[in-house]
């Protein structure tokens, strides 16, 4: 291999150009960002690796226990966040991962069937394939061997996990849903697999553990704490989509902030 250097176009090894771009999409129970991801993976070159954070519940008999009795599934001790951290450092340093990573890779549940939450609804294929379009004007040349990694889930850079989860992302989006449309819309779901049964959510589980969770995780980024209010001080940590955003506005907007961070090959700070 020649020790010259080499052109403007070519990455060289460990260069922000060379190694996986990591997009965290993170925010309340139903905010779309497993929607946004799906969509997301159909347009950015890759085909980009999929992370949920939902791969990494642990087992039901593991699962924290409020002080009413009732299993807390929206918390960081739900979530194996040792083993999280590990896949994400992998994948980080451009290492593989396969199922024992429980990652999924590229387009899933395309047709919409399993457990009503992952796949794309609300998001016309036209303005997929639009974007798609698009996308493929702006991707910088250098970039164009870059692999893509999308992480979703409900707790990626909460206070809690930041410093364990938070610093392998270049992009990190914080979606947002106003108490009432998340309850509607978690509230209307039939229930989830679990690794050892099937979960529904019993009554007031959304207002007495759910929403409360989220605010105390995320509420640091906000101005007194208030996660239905404006971006404080300490969000520049992360971009903070506006309230009442449609999914296609949403979609464009992320895409927005991931050109701005691969055309200037840097992460955020």
Partial sequence: MSASTPPPTTATPNSPTDLPLLIALS??????????????????????????????????????????GLQNWDCAGALDVEKFEMVLGRVREGEEVGEEGLVRQGDFERDGKGDGVHYVKGIEGAVVEQ???????????????????????????????????????????????RFGDAKARRESRNGYVTLEGFWQDPPRYFEDVVWPGFVAEHGFLFERGDVEGEPGGRAREVKVAKLDMGLEEMLEWVLGEVRRVSESGKGED
């Fill in 131 to 177: 974007l798609e379009g698009d996308v493929r004007g702006w991707w910088p040349e250098q970039g164009r061997r870059r692999r893509v990694v999308l992480v979703d889930g409900f707790l990626l850079f909460g206070e809690s996990v930041r410093e364990q989860l938070g610093r392998f992302f270049d992009v990190k989006i914080l979606l947002r849903a």
């Fill in 27 to 68: 925010g309340p129970t139903s905010s779309g960002k497993t929607t946004l991801a799906t969509a997301l993976s159909r347009i950015l070159p890759g085909p980009p690796l999929i992370i949920h954070a939902d791969d990494f519940y642990r087992p039901d008999s593991q699962i924290p226990v409020t002080a009413a």
